[in-house]
């Protein structure tokens, strides 16, 4: 497909954490703007980072040997749109219903959620070096097969979709 460096989106990937969480933690983080999505900031914090969670958690597992992880296959062409683009449409995709956030979210319910997305990077850290030389493949439930430089850059974007949403909604309210 292209060339990605694993360890730069890992390192975009980390200051988008920051935004989650700085985001999580304003007044209005919790307020629905109905007009804008039918979930507010803190529900799309809660989102992403339990989506980060596990695609961490899946790819320091595929690292430290799990071969049961490891697809078969290649990525297809929703992948290739996707990471060619750098851009995930909105409204187009539906959120698998593990990762849908609860109705009336409240800070602790979000808190520890964050935490676990920051300690799932910090996990998967260590294993970089190994991801980046890796030719297996994790599988993704609509893009395919991807390597584990398309699954950073797809954590990236995902986390980066849901900033531009908190945005808006957080522009909005002002």
Not at 87 to 114: H, I, N, Y
Request: aromatic share 6%; with cysteine; net charge positive.
């Amino acid at each position: 497909m292209f060339w990605i460096n694993l360890l730069t989106e890992y390192q975009r990937l980390c200051r988008a954490q920051d935004f989650l969480e700085v985001a999580a933690d304003t007044p209005a983080a919790f307020t629905d703007v109905p007009a804008v999505s039918g979930w507010s900031v803190a529900q799309h914090a809660h989102h992403a980072a339990h989506v980060n969670t596990k695609m961490m958690a899946a790819a320091r597992e595929l690292a430290e040997g799990d071969t049961a992880l490891a697809a078969q296959g290649r990525s297809n062409a929703v992948a290739w749109l996707v990471l060619t683009l750098q851009r995930m449409p909105r409204g187009k995709g539906r959120s698998p219903r593990a990762f849908v956030p609860p109705e009336g979210l409240d800070a602790s319910q979000l808190g520890p959620v964050l935490n676990q997305s920051r300690r799932a990077l910090e996990r998967v850290e260590p294993h970089l070096p190994m991801l980046r030389r890796s030719a297996q493949r994790l599988p993704h439930p609509v893009m395919g097969a991807l390597t584990p430089q398309q699954w950073f850059r797809v954590a990236r974007l995902h986390a980066e979709h849901h900033h531009r949403i908190m945005r808006d909604i957080t522009r909005h309210l002002d």
